[in-house]
């Protein structure tokens, strides 16, 4: 009767312990993120880029959002401000790389909300805001985020509820290179640049028609800088110069040497 009685309890016991496990991995989550270093965001520069005092701009690491010319770039900045601005936030710097090219510091972004912490970094993902970064360098796996993304489009949330597409993983190293020919045109035609282009089809013609038309020498061009910002970018990138804002460079030392910076989309 003992044993029997002894068996019964510890089959209580032990459905207790198991129903009770997403509790206790929600209360160990909730105190890991109190443990990362805290901080108060002063303004949001962009949806995945926010300034925090006595740290500087930090990046939201596996993040890529849309740039201000692209459906949903509103929408994705109000929500980042919602969840941050003015509000203390909470840090997981990667410490394998915690600077990006821009000096920027990379982190996953805790907010508060009811007494929880929620991850911002995949609260844009799931709400379809961004696309999952390709971080080759990273403590975290973020092309495994892509299933947020999915997750979005499926239940038609934020750009995908606008009529805008996202890719689910942004890999700036997957977009084919334009192949580009520049010949010098004699000052009397206007000083204008003909480029002959060979696009993949699947390129988004709207990126292939900023190579229409350059002003440069007779050198071959494998970068493009934006003169205004400084900063200097593979052929194909999403955020490239517009078209009276550019100027070419046939290396990548030639555009250091000239003060650019590389871009932090595309990494040159």
Partial sequence: MI???????????????????PALSQTNRSEEVRNYPAAYCSSVINPNLISVDGVGVVSLLGVHSPTDTDVGFDRALEATRKFVEGRNVRLEICPVRRQDEEEHLRAVIYYAEDGNWYNLNTKLL?????????????????????????????????????????????????????????????????????????????VNERLADRWRRAVVDDVPARYVGSIEAKRFHRLGCIVSPDELDRVFFPSRIQAIKESYKPCVVCRP
Avoid at 7 to 21: C, D, E, K, M
Avoid at 168 to 191: H, M, N, W
């Fill in 126 to 202: 799931r709400s379809g805001l961004a696309s999952a970064q390709d971080e080759r360098e990273c403590h975290l796996h973020t092309a495994a985020w892509k299933g947020f993304v999915q997750e979005a489009e499926s239940k038609n949330r934020g750009i995908f509820h606008l009529g805008g597409k996202l890719p689910y993983v942004f890999s700036p190293q997957e977009i084919p290179p334009l192949k580009v020919t520049l010949k010098r045109i004699d000052a009397a035609q206007g000083s204008q640049v003909l480029a002959s282009m060979q696009a993949d089809p699947s």
């Fill in 3 to 21: 044993n029997t009685r002894l068996t019964f309890l510890v089959i209580i016991l032990a459905a207790t312990l198991a129903t009770s496990r």
